[in-house]
């Protein structure tokens, strides 16, 4: 049985993600233990990661940098091994360069970009996104097998990844403007919304993960 790794530092909603991932693994055959952990030892010998975050990109990637070890286990097991891994909400924005939120904040640099202010044409779209929304531009990826353009997402964010390799984007949604929904390189995928909000769509996006072998 493999293990998926949820990494707690202190950010995001760790109760309903593993809940949901709990139910995904479920529906994935009961192939997968979820761990919520804060180990290095751990994460680096997981066979798939969850990185949450909520709230700014400077306040998650300073808990997650402050804390001994982790960055250094999920590069361990992600650059090197191969691990799949998959970031959400802000967890997904950690994998840009950098973030102009609240002035300038290095991230991991996985996948070219930066993290930006939403700025929607229309007064009627508000910011923060908060609500449904529907994915368009999917491209073929096994975490999104079985779902497509169209499919109903949950998003509360305010900033946005603006990736800089187009063939990174896995996905986007509009909201007086399109943006980034999804990212994907290798074994490494992200999403803006949450999928443990996300209802039947967003557990067949988990469950896909799970049986993800890049």
């Known amino acids: ?22 139910e995904a693994a479920r529906r994935a055959g009961d192939r ?25 990109f400077a306040h998650c990637m300073d808990l997650f940098s402050s804390r001994p070890g982790l960055v250094e286990a999920m590069t361990e097991a992600v650059q090197k091994r ?4 998959l970031g959400v909400c802000v967890g997904m924005q950690l994998l ?14 996985w996948i070219g970009g930066e993290v930006r202010l939403i700025e929607p044409a229309g007064h009627q779209f508000k910011v923060p996104h908060m609500g449904w929304n529907v994915l368009t531009d999917v491209r073929p990826h096994p975490i ?9 997402m949950y998003f509360t964010h305010s900033f946005a990844f603006d990736v800089k390799d187009e063939e990174c984007c896995a996905a986007r949604t509009d909201h007086g403007g399109a943006f980034t929904a999804a990212v994907a390189k ?3 995928a992200g999403v803006q ?17 799970l049986e993800w072998r890049p």
């Open 144 to 152: 999104f097998e079985g779902l497509g353009d169209g499919e109903h």
């Open 186 to 188: 290798g074994n490494i």
């Open 32 to 56: 997968a233990r979820v761990l919520v952990t804060d180990k290095p030892e751990e994460i680096a010998a997981a066979d798939h990661i969850i990185l949450p975050g909520v709230g700014a």
């Open 82 to 85: 191969g691990v799949p891994f």
């Open 96 to 109: 840009a360069d950098k973030s102009l939120e609240f002035g300038e904040t290095p991230g991991l640099g």
């Open 1 to 22: 049985m493999l293990t998926a790794a949820l990494i707690d530092y202190g950010s995001g909603n760790l109760a309903s993600a593993a809940k949901a991932l709990l």
């Open 193 to 209: 919304f949450h999928p443990e909000k996300s209802q039947a769509a967003g557990l067949k996006l988990l469950s896909n993960f």
